[in-house]
């Protein structure tokens, strides 16, 4: 019997679409037009912001919940999330199981004026220059999925770029190797990747242990306002929503009811 968990699957095709976009785009080429894109947003000033934030996201499917959503036009949805008050837009990237693309983080990228996060299974160098070539300012990083030295240089070769990595941990022992190779912005995601369960409490025991100069993301889980304000009370600087507004009739007026919540003031504020 295999011991491979979900996520190994995952990394094993997206090691092999990397390989093949690279055989196509070789890296000195993406790295080129990397270094030609303006800079990047401020990330960091946006998730600072009062309130607690909304990270709103793109994505048609996921291997928890299969398909979502079609979303034939990206963009459209992005502007409805900008339009709701989200700071920063998330475009799910990976293509097998959750039927995203680079063509999707272009389009909302040209759409929107605040920052974009690409979300992907990150392995190697290529990856970021990608992302940063295709408009990203910020890029998801999976501790569960990359040994410390392969963390740390990619943390690394992030922010030589300007962009800002969202260090995603899902155990104390993944928060602590976040810390180690210097994350600023660690998102805790309550689903474990390696068997796709849930563990709602996760966010509650994570973040306390976590320094108060990093900005904590709450990851999976909010389907409302309750749940927002449940994650602020935990600690939450912000939260980070796909499934529970790509299933929503009115993108735009649910980001905006998740924003008025954050920053109502009966809503709990971080420790800073």
């Known amino acids: 019997m295999s011991s491979a968990t979900v996520l190994d699957s995952i990394i094993e095709g997206v090691r092999a679409d990397v390989a093949a976009r690279e055989a196509v785009v070789p890296l000195a080429e993406v790295k080129a037009a990397a270094e030609a ?4 947003l401020d990330v960091m000033a946006a998730l600072r912001e009062p309130g607690i934030g909304v990270v709103a996201e793109v ?5 928890s919940a299969g398909r979502l959503a079609s979303i034939s036009d990206p963009a459209k949805l992005a502007r409805a999330y900008e339009d709701g008050g989200a700071r920063i837009i998330s475009v799910v990237t990976e293509q097998r199981r959750f039927n995203g693309t680079l063509d999707d983080l272009d389009s909302v990228r040209a759409a929107v004026s605040v920052p974009v996060l690409r979300k992907d299974f990150v392995v190697g160098p290529y990856q970021i220059h990608e992302a940063r070539a295709h408009g990203a300012d910020m890029l998801l990083l999976i501790v569960a999925a990359l040994d410390q030295p392969v963390l740390e240089s990619m943390l690394e070769r992030i922010e030589s770029l300007g962009m800002t990595a969202l260090v995603e941990v899902h ?32 966010f509650a025991r994570i973040a306390p242990g976590l320094p ?21 009370g935990a600690g939450a600087d912000a939260v980070l929503v796909g499934e529970g507004l790509v299933t929503s009739g009115d993108p ?19 420790a800073r």
Not at 59 to 63: E, F, L, Q, W
Not at 177 to 202: E, Y
Not at 217 to 232: H, Q
């Open 212 to 232: 108060t100069d990093v900005i904590r993301i709450a990851e999976s889980g909010v389907r409302g306002t309750a749940d927002l304000l449940a994650y602020a």
């Open 59 to 63: 994505k048609r499917a996921s291997p």
């Open 171 to 202: 155990t104390e022992e993944e928060a602590d190797r976040a810390l180690k190779a210097g994350a600023r912005v660690i998102g805790v995601n309550a689903r474990d990747l390696k068997t796709l369960k849930v563990d709602r409490d996760c």
């Open 37 to 40: 894109m303006p800079p990047p």
């Open 252 to 270: 735009r007026a649910a980001v905006a009811d998740l924003v008025t919540a954050g920053r109502h003031p009966s809503c709990p504020k971080p």
